[in-house]
């Protein structure tokens, strides 16, 4: 396909992440394989990176979750019907697994494969759940000529109203952004979190850009392309070991960042030689002396370094499942059918679900059909029950006269009849015993909930004993 | 107009006529000619700016100017006959624009009862304002804090701010000097941040303001506001305890359909007037003026040509022209991108050139003008060469065969008062008989001669060079050095006025003119600086103390540091004895006696360019006395690594004076040096990377 061919961006998708923030669900499941809408996280980004049209693509991830993660993309994607429909037409991407030491930065990570990188890169990680094709970013990166594109999506608040604990937690994860409306270049982007209550803005930075917006509400999607010689630069450079943390920032930083020693440099020949501002370079023959292997210095000449953003547009609903909430919000985004993959993958499964649902319906016209289900294979439910926005895994079984509310239910789970279970995350093979009623819950993998339970903001850890713990 | 009938129906506005400051001078050097009446495109300012506001449907404008100009503006605006009650606020005191403020706050009877129009000096704007002020008073109607809207426009041309304002349109930031970061402060707490912060850099301050009549009140109680721009700092900088709870608006103005800048100095009424020339105003041109009585014949070019005008046969009218009413083009006169007014004989064979020339004035043979201002009723005689930058002011005559240097300034040291009765024949014949080259005269009033009319005196003014408008503290600060080197010390009031003959060559001798008595007020301060350091040095003062006395002296005399430097650096090298030593005792000896000072020194050589005054003068030092000679790159180094001088300032230097004299001696024993400290900056850079 033509896509195929002009791709000579190599993608890189980190997928060796705790996912601390999703405690409990992540205590023995890896985060890249966490179930969205009943497909592992993975699938997206890698659907994502093939749909785009990419050839191959490199997962990295860590020892401790090798296995599994080679397992998912080796033995299961493969047999994905989505995926399987496109590779009718054109030839499978090929998928690289490399492994790097655990604990380490994503920068570091970047560092350690490296050797393998030929071209200009992609990094993403896998909890970045979009419906988009990444040409357009591509694209854009190559008509700016930039050293890196970051893409970020504004931030509309969610109908949902959200816990005050919760927002909090959210605030800290803000990002804060300068950008230029038109060409929609940064010069600013950091979390909130490391920003003192003020925000300088070099005077270098206003000549240049008539117009800025300084904006609290676009977040980053951790979804970056870098021009090639930022590998150069992490090589030459070890202090830096994050990619989010520390090389953006840095890279931003440094456009319009002059050095000590260009500066003296420019004073010495740069009085008779104008800065050519077509050409973007300094009209001066020492200039090609500058090449490659000096790519440090490159970024401290003028406008060497560009970084532009990408925002999303506002009908592309891209979510970073990296927080509970998140979590959650993604997999209503499934339901709403706001993730388009999400729904042609398991066209058939779906009508069949929902088959059923109809089915069950005339059986007991109680249940309401406007609600949106996504249910896995062979998933028994009884009568009786009620079941609103919900996402229930393969091999389910639902008890009778359950109500369940905003629920993500993974495999394998029984629930007790007569259970009432709100904006509950249930792991696979847990237990939810008779007339629990959990409200805003979440659970590790395999945890019996005794009969009876009535609790609120609860997460049920992972079990050493035979009995539950409170987290 | 319904939304304007809040209070008594009628929109006012308030016109500053005045200046308060010299920066148009000369031409406007008279002090019955005022600023607010300079030509453009052969009409005056004013008649723009009433213009304006008479489309805003303003009823009622109070113009503020200072007592001397009241009488040329009354009769200027009786002639104007416009339907619109004009007011005068007139004072003889005041000294800046807020003092104008606060007396119209004191005028029961001008004082604006509503919302009011506030247009600064030299505001020239096409905007039809009526909307502004309508969208200002429906933000007030909302909320009464919004007391001020301040219009922006978007290319910056003389008043040069960056703004950041919420998207509702409120400022919170203003600044308009770009020397340093912008910092937005409180962006966590706030929570109007949330939906952005825009930031408008480069922005012109056109001088346009829809004021609550609170803004006058605030001016009342604040007696150090000069101006309306004082406010907006004061009130952003005091933050939310200042504010309370009032918002500025910024309205900005659309970049393509809005002409709106302010004419603060010469560069700007260049650029209006060429701007004006070249439509960029539209729908004001010049043959479309609303109520202009000349008629102008617009052709392609453009070219705005009277109907009275004469044009010689073989006289050739570029692009971008205006050519006034009566004027006279003789034969083979070249006119290229330049604006000729009323009543101007231009003989054969001159060529002009991006150059402006007021009414009346005459060009004779041969004159070649060239990016100058001619004022009115001056007579260039043939083969005059007026250069790039050049001002003449009114009633000069300028000799045959002078050329006048670039950037410099002509004025006539006793400006005839401009009367209309003047007979131009006792004049002409007047200044027939005035020759330049006896003339050497002094600003100085007191000197009476009897002549004194025809005296020309030439203006002195800083040479605007390129990055004039990043490093334009620095020129001066420069320029201040060079005065300072060159002339031992010649007051800053005094400089502008620097008295010096009109002929090229005696030009450089005028670092021998005489003294004036602020300098003897200078050589006092020095001589106390000198005295204080001279003590702290005899008596060994530890030198923390000796900089806590320089500082008290520093505030007490209301000198900067760079002043104090320049006293301290020469004592401190006399000092220092090479006498009946060996060379390593010598060293030795420096290196004790610096290391000792360098925290008096570090203390005072604060800028860049004190650093290049203290190479500069160590060079001369070592010039004088061949015998320092040797340690000259020495003491560099040695001042290097005390941390006086920065290695920017050593390399900077060098370059400078590689460019100077590339063979010189100094530059060649420093260079060892210089190589080692960019080595060595590059080694740092990279370990920073």
């Given at each position: 396909?033509?896509?195929?061919?002009?791709?000579?961006?190599?993608?890189?998708?980190?997928?060796?992440?705790?996912?601390?923030?999703?405690?409990?669900?992540?205590?023995?499941?890896?985060?890249?394989?966490?179930?969205?809408?009943?497909?592992?996280?993975?699938?997206?980004?890698?659907?994502?990176?093939?749909?785009?049209?990419?050839?191959?693509?490199?997962?990295?991830?860590?020892?401790?979750?090798?296995?599994?993660?080679?397992?998912?993309?080796?033995?299961?994607?493969?047999?994905?019907?989505?995926?399987?429909?496109?590779?009718?037409?054109?030839?499978?991407?090929?998928?690289?697994?490399?492994?790097?030491?655990?604990?380490?930065?994503?920068?570091?990570?970047?560092?350690?494969?490296?050797?393998?990188?030929?071209?200009?890169?992609?990094?993403?990680?896998?909890?970045?759940?979009?419906?988009?094709?990444?040409?357009?970013?591509?694209?854009?990166?190559?008509?700016?000529?930039?050293?890196?594109?970051?893409?970020?999506?504004?931030?509309?608040?969610?109908?949902?109203?959200?816990?005050?604990?919760?927002?909090?937690?959210?605030?800290?994860?803000?990002?804060?952004?300068?950008?230029?409306?038109?060409?929609?270049?940064?010069?600013?982007?950091?979390?909130?979190?490391?920003?003192?209550?003020?925000?300088?803005?070099?005077?270098?930075?206003?000549?240049?850009?008539?117009?800025?917006?300084?904006?609290?509400?676009?977040?980053?999607?951790?979804?970056?392309?870098?021009?090639?010689?930022?590998?150069?630069?992490?090589?030459?450079?070890?202090?830096?070991?994050?990619?989010?943390?520390?090389?953006?920032?840095?890279?931003?930083?440094?456009?319009?960042?002059?050095?000590?020693?260009?500066?003296?440099?420019?004073?010495?020949?740069?009085?008779?030689?104008?800065?050519?501002?077509?050409?973007?370079?300094?009209?001066?023959?020492?200039?090609?002396?500058?090449?490659?292997?000096?790519?440090?210095?490159?970024?401290?000449?003028?406008?060497?370094?560009?970084?532009?953003?990408?925002?999303?547009?506002?009908?592309?609903?891209?979510?970073?499942?990296?927080?509970?909430?998140?979590?959650?919000?993604?997999?209503?985004?499934?339901?709403?059918?706001?993730?388009?993959?999400?729904?042609?993958?398991?066209?058939?499964?779906?009508?069949?679900?929902?088959?059923?649902?109809?089915?069950?319906?005339?059986?007991?016209?109680?249940?309401?059909?406007?609600?949106?289900?996504?249910?896995?294979?062979?998933?028994?439910?009884?009568?009786?029950?009620?079941?609103?926005?919900?996402?229930?895994?393969?091999?389910?079984?639902?008890?009778?006269?359950?109500?369940?509310?905003?629920?993500?239910?993974?495999?394998?789970?029984?629930?007790?009849?007569?259970?009432?279970?709100?904006?509950?995350?249930?792991?696979?093979?847990?237990?939810?015993?008779?007339?629990?009623?959990?409200?805003?819950?979440?659970?590790?993998?395999?945890?019996?909930?005794?009969?009876?339970?009535?609790?609120?903001?609860?997460?049920?850890?992972?079990?050493?004993?035979?009995?539950?713990?409170?987290? | 107009?319904?939304?304007?009938?809040?209070?008594?129906?009628?929109?006012?506005?308030?016109?500053?006529?005045?200046?308060?400051?010299?920066?148009?001078?000369?031409?406007?050097?008279?002090?019955?000619?005022?600023?607010?009446?300079?030509?453009?495109?052969?009409?005056?300012?004013?008649?723009?700016?009433?213009?304006?506001?008479?489309?805003?449907?303003?009823?009622?404008?109070?113009?503020?100017?200072?007592?001397?100009?009241?009488?040329?503006?009354?009769?200027?605006?009786?002639?104007?006959?416009?339907?619109?009650?004009?007011?005068?606020?007139?004072?003889?005191?005041?000294?800046?624009?807020?003092?104008?403020?606060?007396?119209?706050?004191?005028?029961?009877?001008?004082?604006?009862?509503?919302?009011?129009?506030?247009?600064?000096?030299?505001?020239?704007?096409?905007?039809?304002?009526?909307?502004?002020?309508?969208?200002?008073?429906?933000?007030?109607?909302?909320?009464?804090?919004?007391?001020?809207?301040?219009?922006?426009?978007?290319?910056?041309?003389?008043?040069?701010?960056?703004?950041?304002?919420?998207?509702?349109?409120?400022?919170?930031?203003?600044?308009?000097?770009?020397?340093?970061?912008?910092?937005?402060?409180?962006?966590?707490?706030?929570?109007?941040?949330?939906?952005?912060?825009?930031?408008?850099?480069?922005?012109?301050?056109?001088?346009?303001?829809?004021?609550?009549?609170?803004?006058?009140?605030?001016?009342?109680?604040?007696?150090?506001?000069?101006?309306?721009?004082?406010?907006?700092?004061?009130?952003?900088?005091?933050?939310?305890?200042?504010?309370?709870?009032?918002?500025?608006?910024?309205?900005?103005?659309?970049?393509?359909?809005?002409?709106?800048?302010?004419?603060?100095?010469?560069?700007?009424?260049?650029?209006?007037?060429?701007?004006?020339?070249?439509?960029?105003?539209?729908?004001?041109?010049?043959?479309?003026?609303?109520?202009?009585?000349?008629?102008?014949?617009?052709?392609?070019?453009?070219?705005?040509?009277?109907?009275?005008?004469?044009?010689?046969?073989?006289?050739?009218?570029?692009?971008?022209?205006?050519?006034?009413?009566?004027?006279?083009?003789?034969?083979?006169?070249?006119?290229?991108?330049?604006?000729?007014?009323?009543?101007?004989?231009?003989?054969?064979?001159?060529?002009?050139?991006?150059?402006?020339?007021?009414?009346?004035?005459?060009?004779?043979?041969?004159?070649?003008?060239?990016?100058?201002?001619?004022?009115?009723?001056?007579?260039?005689?043939?083969?005059?060469?007026?250069?790039?930058?050049?001002?003449?002011?009114?009633?000069?005559?300028?000799?045959?065969?002078?050329?006048?240097?670039?950037?410099?300034?002509?004025?006539?040291?006793?400006?005839?008062?401009?009367?209309?009765?003047?007979?131009?024949?006792?004049?002409?014949?007047?200044?027939?008989?005035?020759?330049?080259?006896?003339?050497?005269?002094?600003?100085?009033?007191?000197?009476?001669?009897?002549?004194?009319?025809?005296?020309?005196?030439?203006?002195?003014?800083?040479?605007?060079?390129?990055?004039?408008?990043?490093?334009?503290?620095?020129?001066?600060?420069?320029?201040?050095?060079?005065?300072?080197?060159?002339?031992?010390?010649?007051?800053?009031?005094?400089?502008?006025?620097?008295?010096?003959?009109?002929?090229?060559?005696?030009l450089s001798l005028k670092s021998s003119s005489s003294l004036s008595p602020p300098t003897t007020e200078r050589k006092l301060i020095r001589q106390e600086i000198r005295d204080t350091f001279q003590r702290a040095l005899e008596e060994q003062h530890p030198p923390e103390t000796a900089v806590l006395e320089l500082n008290a002296?520093?505030?007490?005399?209301?000198?900067?540091?760079?002043?104090?430097?320049?006293?301290?650096?020469?004592?401190?090298?006399d000092k220092l004895d090479i006498q009946g030593h060996t060379q390593q005792q010598v060293t030795q000896q420096w290196i004790l006696f610096f290391r000792h000072w360098s925290g008096v020194l570090t203390k005072f050589c604060a800028h860049s360019l004190d650093g290049m005054w203290l190479l500069k003068y160590w060079k001369?030092?070592?010039?004088?006395?061949?015998?320092?000679?040797?340690?000259?790159?020495?003491?560099?180094?040695?001042?290097?690594?005390?941390?006086?001088?920065?290695?920017?300032?050593?390399?900077?230097?060098?370059?400078?004076?590689?460019?100077?004299?590339?063979?010189?001696?100094?530059?060649?024993?420093?260079?060892?040096?210089?190589?080692?400290?960019?080595?060595?900056?590059?080694?740092?850079?990279?370990?920073?990377?």
């Amino acid at each position: 396909m033509a896509a195929a061919q002009c791709l000579d961006f190599y993608p890189i998708l980190f997928a060796g992440g705790t996912g601390s923030r999703l405690h409990p669900l992540t205590d023995d499941l890896t985060k890249a394989l966490l179930p969205v809408g009943n497909k592992p996280a993975l699938f997206y980004s890698l659907y994502m990176l093939e749909r785009s049209g990419f050839t191959q693509v490199m997962v990295v991830t860590v020892p401790s979750q090798l296995a599994s993660i080679s397992n998912y993309v080796y033995e299961q994607y493969p047999l994905d019907k989505a995926v399987q429909s496109r590779r009718i037409h054109a030839s499978p991407m090929v998928i690289h697994i490399k492994s790097v030491t655990e604990g380490i930065g994503t920068a570091d990570a970047l560092r350690e494969v490296e050797s393998c990188i030929p071209s200009d890169f992609v990094v993403l990680s896998a909890d970045f759940i979009a419906d988009w094709d990444l040409i357009g970013l591509l694209e854009q990166h190559r008509t700016s000529d930039a050293s890196l594109t970051v893409v970020l999506y504004e931030d509309i608040p969610f109908k949902q109203e959200k816990h005050t604990t919760l927002k909090d937690n959210v605030s800290a994860l803000e990002d804060v952004t300068l950008i230029s409306p038109i060409h929609h270049r940064i010069f600013m982007l950091e979390s909130s979190a490391d920003i003192e209550d003020e925000v300088c803005i070099s005077s270098h930075i206003l000549k240049h850009n008539p117009r800025l917006i300084l904006k609290r509400n676009l977040r980053d999607c951790h979804l970056y392309v870098f021009s090639h010689w930022v590998l150069e630069l992490l090589r030459r450079n070890l202090a830096i070991s994050s990619i989010k943390a520390e090389l953006v920032p840095f890279l931003v930083r440094r456009q319009y960042h002059l050095s000590k020693r260009c500066r003296s440099w420019q004073k010495l020949v740069g009085k008779q030689h104008k800065y050519n501002y077509e050409k973007d370079t300094l009209d001066i023959p020492l200039i090609t002396e500058y090449r490659w292997e000096k790519a440090i210095h490159w970024t401290s000449f003028p406008d060497i370094v560009r970084c532009y953003a990408m925002l999303l547009p506002r009908k592309v609903f891209a979510r970073r499942m990296h927080t509970l909430e998140w979590y959650r919000q993604v997999n209503e985004a499934c339901l709403k059918g706001w993730i388009a993959c999400c729904f042609s993958m398991g066209q058939e499964t779906k009508r069949i679900s929902f088959d059923r649902a109809e089915e069950d319906k005339s059986a007991s016209s109680k249940r309401k059909s406007s609600q949106r289900l996504l249910m896995g294979q062979d998933v028994s439910i009884d009568d009786q029950s009620e079941l609103k926005d919900c996402v229930i895994g393969d091999h389910c079984q639902i008890g009778q006269r359950v109500k369940l509310n905003g629920c993500i239910v993974m495999d394998h789970v029984l629930i007790g009849n007569d259970c009432n279970l709100q904006n509950c995350i249930i792991s696979s093979n847990c237990h939810v015993m008779e007339r629990c009623k959990l409200k805003h819950c979440s659970t590790a993998a395999s945890v019996t909930i005794p009969a009876d339970t009535i609790v609120k903001d609860e997460s049920f850890g992972k079990v050493q004993d035979s009995d539950f713990l409170f987290n | 107009m319904a939304a304007y009938s809040t209070n008594d129906g009628t929109l006012k506005a308030v016109l500053f006529a005045d200046f308060f400051s010299e920066k148009l001078r000369p031409p406007c050097t008279d002090e019955t000619f005022c600023e607010a009446l300079v030509p453009i495109a052969n009409v005056s300012l004013l008649q723009y700016q009433l213009e304006a506001l008479l489309q805003a449907e303003v009823k009622e404008c109070v113009i503020i100017c200072r007592e001397h100009l009241r009488e040329t503006l009354k009769k200027f605006v009786q002639t104007l006959n416009f339907d619109m009650k004009l007011l005068f606020l007139t004072s003889s005191q005041w000294v800046v624009a807020g003092d104008a403020l606060r007396e119209l706050d004191s005028r029961g009877d001008l004082r604006p009862q509503s919302d009011f129009i506030l247009i600064f000096p030299g505001a020239f704007f096409t905007v039809n304002l009526a909307g502004v002020v309508k969208e200002h008073l429906a933000r007030r109607e909302r909320s009464k804090s919004w007391v001020l809207t301040s219009c922006l426009g978007q290319r910056s041309i003389s008043c040069s701010c960056d703004i950041a304002r919420l998207e509702n349109g409120q400022v919170i930031q203003y600044s308009n000097d770009r020397k340093d970061k912008m910092i937005i402060s409180g962006i966590m707490t706030m929570t109007e941040y949330s939906s952005g912060v825009e930031i408008f850099s480069g922005l012109e301050d056109c001088g346009i303001d829809i004021c609550a009549p609170e803004v006058l009140v605030e001016f009342r109680e604040n007696f150090d506001y000069d101006n309306i721009r004082d406010f907006i700092r004061g009130k952003i900088d005091g933050g939310e305890g200042e504010l309370l709870g009032n918002q500025i608006y910024g309205h900005i103005l659309s970049g393509s359909a809005d002409f709106a800048c302010r004419i603060t100095d010469m560069e700007s009424y260049f650029y209006v007037c060429f701007a004006f020339i070249h439509r960029w105003s539209y729908p004001w041109t010049v043959e479309r003026f609303p109520f202009r009585t000349t008629q102008y014949e617009y052709r392609r070019g453009p070219k705005y040509i009277t109907s009275s005008c004469y044009l010689a046969r073989s006289s050739y009218i570029g692009r971008c022209t205006v050519l006034g009413e009566n004027t006279r083009i003789d034969e083979n006169a070249v006119i290229v991108h330049s604006i000729i007014g009323d009543n101007v004989t231009i003989g054969p064979k001159c060529h002009i050139e991006d150059s402006v020339i007021w009414s009346n004035s005459v060009l004779k043979c041969n004159v070649t003008v060239v990016g100058a201002l001619i004022a009115d009723n001056v007579i260039l005689n043939d083969d005059c060469v007026i250069s790039e930058g050049c001002i003449v002011d009114s009633f000069v005559v300028v000799n045959a065969k002078t050329h006048v240097a670039q950037y410099s300034r002509i004025v006539l040291q006793r400006h005839p008062y401009r009367k209309d009765t003047i007979d131009e024949n006792s004049l002409f014949g007047k200044m027939e008989s005035f020759n330049l080259e006896s003339n050497l005269f002094h600003r100085n009033e007191t000197t009476t001669q009897d002549d004194s009319m025809h005296h020309c005196i030439l203006w002195q003014e800083e040479r605007r060079n390129s990055e004039a408008d990043e490093e334009s503290s620095i020129d001066e600060l420069e320029e201040t050095e060079r005065k300072e080197s060159e002339s031992n010390a010649m007051d800053e009031d005094n400089r502008e006025a620097a008295e010096v003959d009109m002929a090229p060559d005696l030009l450089s001798l005028k670092s021998s003119s005489s003294l004036s008595p602020p300098t003897t007020e200078r050589k006092l301060i020095r001589q106390e600086i000198r005295d204080t350091f001279q003590r702290a040095l005899e008596e060994q003062h530890p030198p923390e103390t000796a900089v806590l006395e320089l500082n008290a002296l520093k505030l007490a005399l209301d000198v900067t540091s760079s002043h104090i430097l320049r006293v301290i650096f020469p004592l401190l090298l006399d000092k220092l004895d090479i006498q009946g030593h060996t060379q390593q005792q010598v060293t030795q000896q420096w290196i004790l006696f610096f290391r000792h000072w360098s925290g008096v020194l570090t203390k005072f050589c604060a800028h860049s360019l004190d650093g290049m005054w203290l190479l500069k003068y160590w060079k001369e030092y070592c010039e004088r006395l061949p015998n320092y000679r040797k340690y000259f790159s020495f003491l560099v180094q040695l001042l290097y690594d005390c941390d006086v001088l920065s290695e920017d300032c050593i390399i900077e230097w060098v370059s400078d004076e590689d460019k100077a004299n590339a063979q010189s001696v100094f530059k060649q024993q420093l260079m060892p040096f210089v190589q080692w400290l960019q080595e060595a900056e590059e080694t740092s850079s990279e370990n920073e990377a």
